[in-house]
């Protein structure tokens, strides 16, 4: 059974720092690509970040680069997202989703990807 599970929201000052943890089960890093997704209130999902499950290659969507790192480790069944320098408008609820298929151009679109996670709050906020 497929399963996602994320952790590391909370509540950060701006300019501040998080890390996002997603911990897969049901099949390994080496078959799933993983994205990293957000959605605040009233607006659509938005595509983050994704590391490939082949060689690791990483995307980054324009409002993030710079400031977030996605990362794995295959031993531990684990993608990160390391945010930093954090603003306000990156305040939303952060999902990793994962599917055997690259998206097609970037991150991807929400129906790109067949496995998703509950979710996990992000505040920036002083």
């Known amino acids: 059974q497929v399963q996602l599970v994320e952790s590391g929201g909370g509540l950060v000052q701006p300019g501040g720092s998080l890390r996002l943890s997603c911990v897969v089960s049901?099949?390994?890093?080496?078959?799933?690509?993983i994205g990293w997704f957000r959605q605040a209130p009233g607006k659509e999902r938005e595509g983050v970040s994704y590391?490939?499950?082949?060689?690791?290659?990483?995307r980054y969507a324009d409002s993030v680069k710079g400031r977030f790192t996605i990362s794995r480790d295959n031993a531990k069944n684990t993608v990160y997202l390391q945010m930093n320098a954090l603003k306000p408008e990156d305040t939303a609820v952060y999902y990793c989703?994962?599917?055997?298929?690259?998206?097609?151009?970037?991150?991807?679109?929400?129906?790109?990807?067949?496995?998703w996670g509950q979710g996990t709050q992000v505040t920036v906020s002083s």
């Open positions: 590391i490939s499950r082949s060689d690791g290659r990483t």
């Open positions: 989703a994962s599917d055997e298929r690259e998206p097609w151009y970037g991150v991807g679109q929400p129906y790109e990807y067949g496995y």
């Open positions: 049901g099949f390994t890093l080496d078959y799933h690509g």
